[in-house]
């Protein structure tokens, strides 16, 4: 499994952009690039995944540059509501999906 | 529906008493997974069942025993328990053949032991 190092906190104020970098240097041809995001209590939320190039959906673009050895996460315009840990995971299910998450990046939105 | 539930929200037991966490997905999916989750830490795998075959486990201690009756429902079975067991409990659940770490998580069960 390929190892992810992202960073531990972030801030941001409402209504900028946040973007979140995961550095993945040992990913494997077949894996797929997979945020999650967690609030408090709750179980984690699938957000998007990426294989290369970019990915859009109505909540975040995920942007893979042509080396796949990092990856980043774009939020517009951010809410208090977006304050939240988020989750990189690398890897390829090929079956069922033995998946380990890394410590996250707690983001705080600040008013 | 993407809906995974967990019952119940809150559970509290002492360390001789026998309980039964309950998960059930309604979205066809032949992978489920029960994570376990200490405060301000990443969900830990536990285990994960591929159509309703134990697939994995991760060295979990024998007093969780995990059961997949069906497709759609997954229990998590607690004996013995110890007080650092205590945790927020999730289960998930996936497609087998997907291509990268799509899971549908349930909202968790608060499990605190005395």
């Known amino acids: 499994l390929a190892k992810t190092t992202q960073p531990i906190s972030m801030d941001s104020y409402e209504g900028q952009e946040v973007n979140i970098t995961c550095s993945h240097n040992n990913i494997a041809t077949n894996d797929y690039i997979t945020w999650y995001q967690q609030f408090p209590s709750q179980g984690p939320r699938f957000i998007i995944q990426?294989?290369?190039t970019k990915v859009t959906n109505e909540v975040a673009s995920l942007f893979i540059p042509a080396d796949r050895k990092s990856s980043t996460l774009s939020l517009p315009r951010v809410s208090l509501s977006d304050t939240a840990v988020y989750y990189c995971l690398v890897g390829w299910s090929g079956g069922y999906q033995k998946v380990t998450f890394g410590t996250g990046t707690k983001l705080q939105v600040i008013p | 529906d993407t809906e995974v539930t967990q019952t119940p929200k809150h559970l509290v037991m002492g360390m001789t008493n026998k309980k039964s966490l309950k998960c059930e997905q309604h979205m066809g999916h032949r992978a489920m997974y029960w994570y376990k989750q200490k405060a301000k830490k990443p969900p830990e795998l536990m285990f994960v069942y591929s159509y309703e075959k134990l697939s994995i486990n991760e060295s979990v201690p024998s007093r969780f025993s995990p059961e997949c009756p069906n497709s759609s429902l997954l229990n998590l079975h607690l004996h013995a328990l110890q007080p650092e067991d205590s945790a927020l409990y999730l289960c998930?659940?996936?497609?087998?053949?997907?291509?990268?770490?799509?899971?549908?998580f349930g909202p968790g069960t608060r499990l605190t032991v005395t």
């Open positions: 990426g294989y290369k």
């Open positions: 998930a659940s996936s497609q087998v053949q997907g291509q990268g770490y799509e899971q549908y």
